[in-house]
């Protein structure tokens, strides 16, 4: 695979030019991209694009340099974060910046909107699909249940949700965790999850919670 392959610049496992593009003819590479960014532009992309805590300090040490290889780029991550973050918080704050470099490059937001705009006309009657959101600390977030109104009360919420459930086993995640200010009620009642606090999610995730702002009730799910 090209996520693999040290020579495409994806992951700083390995030494590679810190390109991260899918198609190597089209668009501008990860280095140019954060040599182009200012700070605030590029603390705002690992806010919406990692959900980075500490987008501001680590935007301000990165913005408008020159990086040309993958490494070059985890070393100056790692140099520009709190001296008593351990090799743990480190490598995370890595992946996210990395992530959050890939997303952008690739426009895969746009990518990922337009596949779920064709998406009800690939399905069969009946079909369904649910979407994990992966994140650490071996969990993932369920980011939305739809189903639409013509098809209300006929258990098939629950489908999805026991769908995410498989998915969420077979990639040996350990839980599933739900933000809700208007659904928590169904998902306790229906789903069978219980309501946690905000102690309780992956650090990233606490942290842009945190700063929505947004009274969302925090709903967990083992997956046994």
């Known amino acids: 695979m090209q996520i693999d392959n040290p020579a495409r610049g994806f992951s700083f496992k390995h030494q590679g030019p810190l390109d991260m593009r899918m198609n190597p003819n089209k668009g501008v590479s990860a280095s140019a991209l954060v040599k182009k960014l200012n700070a605030l532009e590029l603390a705002n992309l690992l806010r919406e694009n990692a959900d980075e805590p500490n ?3 680590l935007a301000s040490a990165l913005a408008n ?30 992946r996210r910046v990395f992530q959050a470099l890939r997303i ?27 979407v994990l959101v992966d994140s650490e600390a071996n969990a993932a977030e369920l980011g939305a249940v739809c189903v639409s109104a013509a098809h209300e009360n006929q258990g098939i919420g629950c489908k999805l949700v026991e ?26 009642s229906k789903a069978g999850f219980t309501e946690g606090t905000l102690d309780d999610l992956p650090e990233a995730r606490q942290a842009a919670a945190e700063e929505s702002g947004r009274k969302s009730k925090v709903l967990l799910k083992p997956l046994e």
């Open 55 to 57: 987008a501001a300090s």
């Open 65 to 94: 340099q020159e990086f040309d290889t993958t490494r070059e780029l985890a070393s100056a991550v790692a140099q520009a974060l709190p001296k008593s973050f351990d090799a743990d918080r480190i490598n995370l704050s890595q």
């Open 163 to 188: 769908y995410a459930e498989k998915l969420g086993r077979d990639k040996d995640l350990a839980r599933l965790f739900v933000l809700s200010t208007q659904t928590f009620k169904w998902f306790q």
């Open 104 to 130: 952008a490059v690739n426009d895969e937001f746009k990518v990922l909107d337009g596949w779920l705009r064709r998406l009800p006309d690939c399905l069969r009657p009946g079909g369904r699909v649910a």
